[in-house]
């Protein structure tokens, strides 16, 4: 047969569309309220039959549709009866099938045919199952409201850059966050930069470029001053997408001021505790530092006293006036380095510049603090052999509290043994220096070894020690991307520092 003469054939061309169309088609009495005919489609997707169906009667709307979606159907049927030809309605309901489970209907209608007086009786509708797309939907719907949840109880707000149109698109808490008005028409980032510091939005500008230009994402932080002069710190995130074809950046913001003040508040905190245990460390040794400085004093006192015996005498012999006077001399020095050394423990050291100095100079200039105190008390140090020339980069009031810490910690837990004894050794190795301090204990017991470097923790007497010794310590060897740890292996307490010999970016403030 040619194509035209099945064209022409109306039965064949509308049985080869009847089964070939996927949706469900359907012709539905308006004054009986239920089906006259349907394609073998509603069978196949729904399983009924017409005889089913029909077998419903009046019944038809309750047994089958969602009870929710019945004044819908009910208007639509109302809608029909005056529907001029060719004219459309759609509408969306929930339909039962045999085995009692709702599939969401998208349905378009159109008159079928009319009764004497013009008004629709029977229309045609075309049903098409968008159950899949519905459910993708509502999954979709209920993300969006979870993740809305989210942001705002994290106090979040989102925004859009389409790239090409440079156009921003902010929500509304983006508009509070920075303190600028909701208002049509006004392009955020301008109020941005009325507000924002310089020196700030050039860096988030330079970061964003990059971002653009590598198609990556991006993260800055950047500080707008609100319209009572207060400064607030916002934190953005932006990610790059090209998903929909055109280039756009989509992103969260969030107003991190009172996270900022918090870690300013805990570094004070930080920086008070530190002081405190020097302070502490401090008057545990005056008594030693007393006897440091009287020893030299005497020395001087008794030089002195012999010039003026020989100026007295009339007796002024040169080498021995020389003699006096180089004693006096050196032991002022002494004296000097003492006091140079105490005056810089006391400073507080955490801001203070990296700098290169020796491994010796460090160990030295801690054992000038000690060295009387730990002598006065039957404890001998012994110090292994140092290269002169071995440097570290480091800030060296802290690593001198950190050594002093440990020394003081293996004064406190040796002073009642029978042998009393610390010895102090540095190793060398390709990128980093290891400072060994071990002491004649026996070691600590593995039931708290774990719990050492946690704040607060003490093996001490009530009011002879915080706990924040050790912990502060392996703060500042980890600023300084070193590690504190005990050697559990060793046979008598041992504690090691290491420290790489060179800090490639300025360490984190502890």
């Known amino acids: 047969?040619?194509?035209?003469?099945?064209?022409?054939?109306?039965?064949?061309?509308?049985?080869?569309?009847?089964?070939?169309?996927?949706?469900?088609?359907?012709?539905?009495?308006?004054?009986?309220?239920?089906?006259?005919?349907?394609?073998?489609?509603?069978?196949?997707?729904?399983?009924?039959?017409?005889?089913?169906?029909?077998?419903?009667?009046?019944?038809?709307?309750?047994?089958?549709?969602?009870?929710?979606?019945?004044p819908v159907l009910n208007a639509a049927i109302e809608r029909s009866r005056d529907l001029k030809e060719g004219e459309v309605i759609s509408i969306e309901y929930r339909f039962k099938d045999s085995n009692g489970q709702y599939h969401w209907i998208n349905d378009r209608i159109?008159?079928?045919?009319?009764?004497?007086?013009?008004?629709?009786?029977?229309?045609?509708?075309?049903?098409?199952?968008?159950?899949?797309?519905?459910?993708?939907?509502?999954?979709?719907?209920?993300?969006?409201?979870?993740?809305?949840?989210?942001?705002?109880a994290a106090n979040m707000g989102t925004w859009e850059w389409d790239i090409e149109q440079n156009r921003l698109q902010?929500?509304?808490?983006?508009?509070?966050?920075?303190?600028?008005?909701?208002?049509?028409?006004?392009?955020?980032?301008?109020?941005?930069?009325?507000?924002?510091?310089?020196?700030?939005?050039?860096?988030?500008?330079r970061k964003v470029n990059e971002a653009v230009t590598n198609h990556q994402d991006f993260y800055v932080t950047y500080r707008v001053a609100y319209q009572n002069k207060e400064i607030h710190h916002i934190k953005c995130y932006g990610k790059f997408m090209t998903s929909s074809g055109t280039p756009r950046m989509y992103g969260v913001a969030w107003d991190s001021t009172e996270e900022?003040?918090?870690?300013?508040?805990?570094?004070?905190?930080?920086?008070?505790?530190?002081?405190?245990?020097?302070?502490?460390?401090?008057?545990e040794m005056s008594g030693g530092i007393a006897h440091?400085?009287?020893?030299?004093?005497?020395?001087?006192?008794?030089?002195?006293?012999?010039?003026?015996?020989?100026?007295?005498?009339?007796?002024?012999?040169?080498?021995?006036?020389?003699?006096?006077?180089?004693?006096?001399?050196r032991t002022a020095d002494k004296i000097a380095r003492i006091i140079k050394s105490l005056r810089s423990f006391a400073r507080e050291g955490t801001y203070d510049p990296f700098e290169?100095?020796?491994?010796?100079?460090?160990?030295?200039?801690?054992?000038?603090?000690?060295?009387?105190?730990?002598?006065?008390?039957?404890?001998?140090?012994?110090?292994?052999?140092?290269?002169?020339?071995?440097?570290?980069?480091c800030r060296l009031i802290q690593i001198e509290q950190v050594l002093l810490n440990l020394l003081n910690n293996s004064f406190d837990a040796i002073t009642d043994l029978k042998e009393k004894w610390i010895r102090i050794n540095v190793t060398e190795k390709v990128d980093c220096i290891e400072i060994s301090v071990a002491d004649s204990g026996s070691g600590i017991p593995a039931a708290i070894a774990d719990q050492i470097m946690l704040p607060f923790f003490t093996t001490k007497e009530v009011g002879k020690g915080t706990g924040l010794g050790l912990s502060i310590s392996a703060g500042i060897i980890k600023s300084h991307k070193g590690e504190l740890r005990l050697k559990s292996e060793a046979a008598n307490t041992t504690f090691v520092i290491t420290l790489p010999r060179w800090q490639e970016d300025e360490a984190l403030s502890y």
């Open 260 to 283: 900022i003040q918090t870690e300013m508040q805990i570094a004070e905190t930080k920086a008070k505790m530190i002081s405190s245990t020097k302070m502490a460390a401090l008057g």
């Open 170 to 205: 902010w929500d509304s808490k983006m508009y509070s966050m920075h303190d600028v008005p909701e208002m049509p028409d006004m392009d955020p980032m301008t109020e941005v930069w009325k507000r924002a510091l310089r020196d700030d939005m050039e860096n988030v500008n």
């Open 292 to 329: 440091e400085i009287n020893n030299p004093l005497t020395v001087i006192q008794a030089r002195a006293f012999q010039l003026q015996q020989m100026v007295d005498a009339g007796k002024t012999d040169p080498i021995k006036i020389r003699q006096a006077a180089e004693s006096i001399s």
């Open 356 to 393: 290169v100095v020796p491994v010796k100079q460090v160990i030295d200039e801690t054992l000038e603090f000690c060295r009387t105190r730990f002598y006065n008390h039957g404890v001998e140090i012994e110090v292994g052999t140092i290269d002169p020339d071995l440097e570290v980069e």
């Open 110 to 152: 159109t008159p079928f045919s009319r009764d004497e007086h013009g008004k629709v009786n029977t229309i045609l509708g075309i049903a098409t199952d968008v159950n899949d797309s519905k459910s993708h939907e509502e999954n979709l719907k209920k993300t969006i409201e979870k993740l809305n949840l989210s942001l705002s």
């Open 1 to 70: 047969m040619k194509i035209a003469d099945l064209l022409n054939d109306k039965n064949t061309l509308l049985e080869k569309i009847n089964h070939t169309i996927p949706n469900s088609v359907y012709i539905f009495d308006l004054n009986e309220v239920n089906m006259v005919w349907f394609n073998d489609r509603v069978k196949d997707l729904y399983g009924y039959t017409l005889a089913e169906i029909r077998a419903q009667g009046t019944e038809y709307y309750a047994r089958s549709m969602h009870p929710d979606d019945i």
